[in-house]
């Protein structure tokens, strides 16, 4: 896992920047990172997905937003576990 800085304008992903390193990463690779809404939204698929054995979300407890999704697919299901993370979000402008 790494930790990145995404920074969105307009609710469009505009620079995503490797937070230990600093590098910023290519545009090409945008499209693996999500807005906060596009996190709300992967939420709802996964409730109704048929596919889905558990999902748990945590959020923060200020602002609302969700910090971490965990997603256990059923057992005939291979390979499709995954865990979202989210910390430090705030406003820039």
């Given at each position: 896992m790494?930790w990145?800085?995404?920074?969105?304008?307009?609710?469009?992903?505009?620079?995503?920047?490797?937070?230990?390193?600093?590098d910023?990463?290519?545009?090409?690779?945008?499209r693996?990172?999500?807005?906060?809404?596009?996190?709300?939204?992967?939420?709802?698929s996964?409730?109704?997905?048929?596919?889905?054995?558990?999902?748990?979300?945590?959020y923060?407890?200020?602002?609302?937003?969700?910090?971490?999704i965990?997603?256990?697919?059923?057992?005939?299901?291979?390979?499709?576990?995954?865990?979202?993370?989210?910390?430090?979000?705030?406003?820039?402008?």
């Amino acid at each position: 896992m790494r930790w990145c800085l995404v920074e969105v304008d307009r609710d469009t992903i505009t620079r995503v920047t490797e937070v230990e390193s600093g590098d910023t990463v290519h545009s090409s690779e945008l499209r693996y990172f999500d807005t906060v809404d596009e996190r709300f939204e992967l939420i709802h698929s996964f409730m109704e997905a048929d596919w889905v054995d558990e999902l748990l979300v945590e959020y923060d407890s200020i602002y609302g937003y969700p910090t971490e999704i965990k997603l256990v697919s059923k057992p005939v299901v291979t390979d499709l576990d995954a865990v979202y993370y989210a910390r430090n979000l705030r406003r820039v402008r």
